[in-house]
DNA sequence: GTCATATATATGTATTTTGTATATATTATA
DNA sequence: TATAATATATACAAAATACATATATATGAC
């Protein structure tokens, strides 16, 4: 598998495409929904532009080839842009993972050691 | 407490310097031998220029004062900047680790949910 | 009916961060 | 006397971020 971006030391952006891309994995969303749903994962949206920064991301990942769309004027209020999840992108998906496991690792190290810092105070 | 800078959704650059951080408050070292160190988290600096993004940001942790420096002359081979946390870094890292935590989380919970997402197909 | 609010998407831009390249100097060892 | 390892540092283009703003549809309050 090759690398597809050079990106991935991990982070930010490239942690929140991947927030977005399991999300809309799990079912087909709209950015505004997208925006609500990352609070799961402890995620916020709010701010001023947040959401403009976010819809960039989504675009981005549709010009990568990463999801579709679909404009959804069904529902009442202004019409929604439903991203689609695609092969490519689940096969990203999956080869971010070991990111994410890293991270995870990462992160556990860094508490402990913290812990075991002040511990010493 | 406040919010010391506008970071910390979290990411990137920001995190790595709270390994730094925590890496010199544990004792106090020098951009090259912290290259090194941060192999225990499985953080990298290898490539091009990544030593020189490195050097920059314990150079930006100095001018905001987490860090103070002293040149080590005695030992063989080129002179080391060592790195000496301070009470402010202390104060900051602390306060980072909340964010860290929550990292933690999200972090555990995306992998969670990737897995339940596979199992499904 | 019109005003405020929630829903929904999108672009512009200055600042910050990153990736990539390079410069420079000291010591050990082959 | 090369070469590699050690050590710090700056320059600059490209990318990402924070912040600001524009636009439009519907619902509920008054």
Redesign the interface.
Known sequence: MPGFRKRF???????LE??LL?LI??KPSYGYELSTKLK?????ISGIGQMGNLYRILSQLEAEGFVKTDWDTQESGPARKIYIITDIGLLF?RDA?SS????????????E??EK?NKKD
Request: proline fraction near 0%; include cysteine.
């Open positions: 030391c991990g982070l930010r952006r490239h942690w991947l927030y399991l994995a799990e799961d994962f402890g995620i916020m998906l993972m994410v496991i890293e991270m995870e690792k990462t992160t556990e190290k860094f508490v050691r913290y810092l």
